[in-house]
């Protein structure tokens, strides 16, 4: 039984890393490019960036052990309906190197959104819709800054890899990948 080489779960491409890429190079020359962006801050507005490898990875396979590289982080303001004053709303991203199950690895990253305590998946916005009285004007707000976090991850993540396309899977798990132009 075969399977795919590489897991990424949130990316737009897979970003792929050769074997024989140093790891350890990688991750710091991750770094300091997603340092660059606290040392930018008007490109980035309100994104920053704190490298960690000990970040939790809850989207972690025991088939493809992952380590994160830091953790970019934004805050915004946010009316929950007009009677209430605004809240804070945090959106985390962790970027993180994944191996793969035969050879190399790839970038992906984990995504979350916290208000008042709870915490969503990136993707989950029309949860928070559900669940707080938010106009769409603010939805739309967070789903922006959702995109722009990711918008900065994957351009780093291009930086230091080959992006392919998964094009096909046969019955036994193997994949067909397409390099992207």
């Given at each position: 039984?075969?399977?795919?080489?590489?897991?990424?779960?949130?990316?737009?491409?897979?970003?792929?890393?050769?074997?024989?890429?140093?790891?350890?190079?990688?991750?710091?020359?991750?770094?300091?490019?997603?340092?660059?962006?606290?040392?930018?801050?008007?490109?980035?507005?309100?994104?920053?960036?704190?490298?960690?490898?000990?970040?939790?990875?809850?989207?972690?396979?025991?088939?493809?052990p992952?380590?994160?590289?830091?953790?970019?982080?934004?805050?915004?303001?946010?009316?929950?309906?007009?009677?209430?004053?605004?809240?804070?709303?945090?959106?985390?991203?962790?970027?993180?190197?994944?191996?793969?199950?035969?050879?190399?690895?790839?970038?992906?990253?984990?995504?979350?959104?916290?208000?008042?305590?709870?915490?969503?998946?990136?993707?989950e916005?029309?949860?928070?819709?559900?669940?707080?009285?938010?106009?769409?004007t603010?939805?739309?707000?967070?789903?922006?800054?959702?995109?722009?976090?990711?918008?900065?991850?994957?351009?780093?993540?291009?930086?230091?890899?080959?992006?392919?396309?998964?094009?096909?899977e046969?019955?036994?798990?193997?994949?067909?990948?397409?390099?992207?132009?």
């Amino acid at each position: 039984m075969g399977t795919n080489n590489f897991h990424s779960k949130n990316t737009s491409c897979i970003y792929a890393i050769e074997p024989e890429e140093d790891t350890e190079d990688l991750i710091i020359n991750l770094e300091d490019s997603f340092n660059q962006i606290d040392e930018n801050r008007k490109k980035y507005n309100i994104w920053n960036f704190s490298p960690s490898r000990d970040e939790q990875l809850s989207e972690e396979l025991k088939s493809y052990p992952a380590t994160s590289i830091g953790n970019l982080y934004s805050s915004l303001e946010v009316e929950i309906d007009e009677e209430d004053s605004d809240q804070e709303i945090d959106i985390e991203f962790i970027p993180k190197i994944v191996s793969g199950y035969y050879a190399g690895s790839c970038l992906d990253f984990e995504g979350k959104i916290c208000l008042n305590g709870d915490e969503y998946n990136y993707d989950e916005v029309k949860e928070i819709k559900k669940n707080y009285n938010i106009s769409f004007t603010e939805i739309k707000k967070i789903e922006k800054e959702i995109k722009k976090g990711i918008n900065i991850i994957e351009k780093i993540f291009r930086d230091f890899s080959s992006s392919y396309n998964k094009i096909g899977e046969f019955s036994n798990g193997e994949a067909l990948y397409e390099k992207t132009i």
